[in-house]
């Protein structure tokens, strides 16, 4: 029965993720100004904008190595190092015959990702918030895979609900 003692613990059996716990929820939302110094979680000024943060849709094109598990993993940890990200989880699934999907969750959002390595294509996704630079995990991709065809589009989550004047 030691498996018992993991689901009372909110971990799930089948995919070990933890349950999310709602009953110190408050029915109304904690209110807090996104400008506020004390927030770890800053929205981003840039360029006369305001943001929650910068999500880049990156597409590897004939990259190497993008059914290697490990190296996916390795990957992840290399582009939160160098963009100044903090690590919080990985979790990843190798699919059979071939491809691995998976995820970093970071203290800033999250990296992920799906590969099809019969043709030598990942689909990553770099979402940060804050300090945190995703631009910089482009290079680390290229590295990873050993390719110089990434492709990158970049939207900035939330651009437009704050502006500079409410900021000021």
Same mark, same amino acid.
């Given at each position: 029965?030691?498996?018992?003692?993991l689901f009372q613990l909110g971990i799930g059996l089948e995919t070990g993720a933890h349950a999310?716990?709602?009953?110190?929820?408050?029915?109304?939302? =904690?209110?807090?100004?996104?400008? %506020? $110094?004390?927030?770890?979680?800053?929205?981003?000024? *840039? /360029?006369?904008?305001?943001?929650? #943060?910068?999500?880049?849709?990156?597409?590897? =094109?004939?990259?190497?190595?993008? %059914? $290697?598990?490990?190296?996916?993993?390795?990957?992840? *940890? /290399?582009?939160?190092?160098?963009? #100044?990200?903090?690590?919080?989880?990985?979790?990843?699934?190798?699919?059979?015959?071939?491809?691995?999907?998976?995820?970093?969750?970071?203290?800033e959002s999250h990296i992920s990702v799906h590969t099809w390595p019969e043709i030598g294509y990942?689909?990553?996704?770099?979402?940060?918030?804050?300090?945190?630079?995703?631009?910089?995990?482009?290079?680390?991709?290229?590295?990873?895979?050993?390719?110089?065809?990434?492709?990158?589009?970049?939207?900035?989550?939330?651009?437009?609900?704050?502006?500079?004047?409410?900021?000021?």
């Amino acid at each position: 029965m030691k498996d018992a003692n993991l689901f009372q613990l909110g971990i799930g059996l089948e995919t070990g993720a933890h349950a999310e716990d709602t009953r110190s929820q408050s029915a109304a939302p =904690v209110t807090r100004d996104v400008f %506020d $110094d004390t927030r770890d979680d800053h929205f981003i000024r *840039r /360029d006369g904008r305001v943001f929650a #943060g910068t999500h880049l849709i990156i597409e590897v =094109v004939n990259g190497h190595g993008l %059914d $290697d598990e490990a190296r996916i993993q390795q990957a992840f *940890r /290399d582009c939160v190092d160098e963009c #100044g990200a903090t690590l919080l989880h990985i979790h990843t699934h190798k699919f059979s015959p071939q491809g691995v999907s998976g995820v970093a969750v970071l203290a800033e959002s999250h990296i992920s990702v799906h590969t099809w390595p019969e043709i030598g294509y990942g689909a990553f996704d770099v979402f940060m918030c804050g300090d945190a630079q995703p631009w910089r995990a482009v290079d680390v991709l290229k590295r990873a895979f050993a390719t110089q065809d990434v492709r990158v589009k970049e939207l900035l989550r939330g651009d437009g609900l704050i502006t500079e004047t409410q900021a000021a």
